[in-house]
């Protein structure tokens, strides 16, 4: 594996793969990579011929009050583990070459990144967005994959695709979870093995709305209500928010009556965590 930190090796390469028609799969991440990231590698490899990862901790995502400067970094084991993975290169730009003069040039989604986590991370759909489109025009990827974990991160940038016409499939994979159930996350470092335990009761909470669709009760209220009760039970998690939307459009409904997912934030003492689950009637 070879890894690159210039953007114009980086680009000048992948247009040279582009010319010679070979499928360039792209896998972006922050790094400290864990299974969920490694299992996004196996599926870029299943759909393309090269594989790009990139490691970037982008600091336009960030809001200042944010672990921008404490976020875990390793890229030595990163670089073993993407390696061991297949990965064709490993691309760790640095925030200078990736916004040259500041972050004049802004990609920007109205409607998708209003609700859910929009209002809690001003800037933060900005900046992912912003980040990707200048990935996609250095990585030149055929194909790339998102993990399902950062749900409306996925909708937001599958539309920005769609709208900005970029020529890339996006292939979204199922979250890949701890057999105790929670959601894999470099973040989870940072619990304690008491919020850790607790944490437990997020994913616990959105199966129970699950549960109950699944015996017949459509009521996104009632279906929210039987989640928060599971989740708020242990005397520590704070909801930001729990709603229940269209898979696709990301809008609130009332009934589940069509293809859905159940979405929430939640605050565990310092540790803000994610997580969501399909509703499918
Ligand atoms: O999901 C992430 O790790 C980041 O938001 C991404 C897509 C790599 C953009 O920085």
Not at 206 to 231: P, V
Not at 240 to 255: F, G, M
């Amino acid at each position: 594996m070879e890894t690159l930190s210039s953007v114009k090796k980086m680009q000048d390469l992948a247009l040279s793969k582009n010319k010679a028609g070979i499928r360039i799969g792209f896998v972006p991440t922050m790094g400290f990579l864990h299974e969920g990231h490694l299992q996004l590698i196996d599926v870029a490899k299943k759909n393309s011929d090269w594989v790009v990862l990139s490691i970037f901790v982008n600091p336009t995502q960030f809001a200042p009050n944010e672990d921008l400067d404490r976020y875990p970094r390793d890229l030595a084991r990163d670089q073993k583990l993407a390696a061991a993975r297949g990965v064709d290169v490993c691309f760790t730009p640095t925030a200078e070459e990736i916004y040259p003069g500041g972050d004049q040039s802004v990609v920007l989604l109205t409607e998708l990144t209003r609700g859910l986590c929009g209002p809690f991370r001003p800037g933060h759909f900005r900046g992912v967005t912003t980040v990707v489109a200048k990935l996609f025009n250095l990585v030149r990827p055929d194909v790339a994959i998102f993990g399902e974990k950062d749900y409306q991160q996925l909708r937001v940038l599958s539309k920005m695709v769609e709208d900005l016409h970029f020529p890339i499939e996006i292939l979204a994979v199922p979250t890949f979870r701890e057999t105790d159930g929670l959601a894999m996350s470099s973040r989870n470092v940072y619990l304690s093995s008491a919020e850790r335990q607790e944490a437990t009761h997020i994913v616990q909470g959105l199966r129970k709305a699950q549960e109950a669709l699944a015996k017949g009760k459509t009521s996104s209220k009632q279906l929210i209500q039987l989640a928060k009760e599971a989740m708020v039970s242990g005397g520590n998690i704070q909801l930001e928010y729990l709603e229940i939307v269209d898979a696709n459009s990301l809008a609130a409904v009332d009934q589940v009556i069509q293809p859905s997912r159940i979405l929430t934030a939640v605050r565990l003492n310092q540790n803000r965590l994610i997580d969501n689950l399909p509703l499918n009637p």
